[in-house]
Nanobody
């Protein structure tokens, strides 16, 4: 059974940084595509960044140049380094694993950007 556990969320001032981590278990992590999504109150969940098993990355336009996604296959983790945070980045951030055409989600971690 695939399990994903996010960590690293919290409250940060505008312009600050946070690093989110997602630990996976129960899967063949090295061949899975991984992604970070976020959902703000009253809005639909949106893709923020993704990384393939081969290390190719994708970023939403709103976070390009500020966020960096990375993975460590040995540790079965995927991380999201978030710099220059803005109030509009406030949301619950979710980790997703895509493996054999099935999606698995973590429980989410809250990120709040406010002064």
């Amino acid at each position: 059974q695939v399990q994903l556990v996010e960590s690293g969320g919290g409250l940060v001032q505008p312009g600050g940084s946070l690093r989110l981590s997602c630990a996976a278990s129960g899967s063949i992590f090295s061949i899975a595509a991984m992604g970070w999504y976020r959902q703000a109150p009253g809005k639909e969940r949106e893709l923020v960044a993704a990384i393939t098993s081969g290390g190719s990355t994708y970023y939403a336009d709103s976070v390009k140049g500020r966020f960096t996604i990375s993975r460590d296959n040995a540790k079965k983790t995927v991380s999201l380094q978030m710099n220059s945070l803005k109030p509009e980045d406030t949301a619950v951030y979710y980790c997703k694993e895509e493996l054999f055409q099935r999606d698995y989600w973590g429980q989410g971690t809250q990120v709040t950007v406010s002064s």
